[in-house]
């Protein structure tokens, strides 16, 4: 791999990855941004750069930095997080380490036709979470907008819906 190149024979180099663009003129493109930073936070990656870009992936981009437009943001402390189809959602979760309390979650329901209904399990989650919200982008337009009623916490877990074909940010606090 890139990482066991660099441990072995540069150790202490940080991993960028520049000038990508995936491409896109639809909700694909923020699916595919979305997919991309979780797996860039997954990996270690230290910079990313993209290449010029469009509303959609600017809209993945938000999911990740600002989904609330008060500063929302994906947490900075990676945790894991799985799936049981990659194929249809992608899971990439993260708590903030300057609040404890808070949990974000992205997931990607990339079904073109079907709702997804999801239950995540939080086992040995170190917070008491109250409350539950979806942001998301999906259909025909760049906007994140919060999915009134998408998520319900019951005891350890939490039922997430989503819109067909759409990426979203779970924030649990």
Same mark, same amino acid.
């Given at each position: 791999?890139?990482?066991a190149?660099?441990d072995? &024979? ?6 960028? %990855?520049s ?5 896109g003129d639809?909700?694909s493109?923020?699916?595919? $941004?979305?997919e991309?930073?979780?797996? &860039?936070?997954d ?5 990313a750069?993209? !290449? ?7 809209a993945? %981009?938000n999911? &990740?930095?600002n &989904?609330?437009?008060?500063g929302? =943001?994906?947490?900075?402390?990676? %945790?894991?997080a799985v ?7 992608s899971? *990439? =979760? =993260? ?9 974000t979650?992205s997931?990607?329901?990339k079904s073109?036709t079907d709702?997804l209904?999801a239950?995540l399990?939080? #086992?040995?989650?170190q ?6 919200e979806? !942001?998301?982008? *999906?259909?025909?337009?760049?906007? %994140?907008?919060?999915?009134?009623? @998408?998520?319900?916490? #019951? ?10 074909y759409?990426? @979203? $940010?779970?924030?649990?606090?």
């Open positions: 791999t890139v990482q190149s660099i072995k &024979y540069y150790p202490g180099t940080k991993l960028a %990855i000038e990508y663009n995936f491409g639809n909700v493109a923020t699916i595919a $941004m979305v991309a930073l979780g797996c &860039y936070a990996k270690g990656v230290y910079l750069t993209l !290449w010029g870009g469009n509303g959609y992936q600017f993945g %981009i999911l &990740y930095t &989904y609330n437009k008060k929302g =943001a994906f947490g900075d402390l990676l %945790i894991p799936t049981d189809d990659v194929s249809l959602c899971a *990439y =979760a =993260a708590r903030s380490s300057t609040d404890d309390g808070i949990l979650v997931l990607t329901n073109e709702a209904n239950v399990t939080l #086992e040995g989650a917070s008491d979470y109250q409350t539950a979806v !942001w998301a982008v *999906y259909g025909d337009s760049t906007k %994140i907008r919060l999915l009134e009623g @998408a998520a319900v916490l #019951e005891g350890d877990q939490v039922n997430v819906t989503l819109p067909a759409c990426a @979203a $940010m779970l924030v649990l606090k």
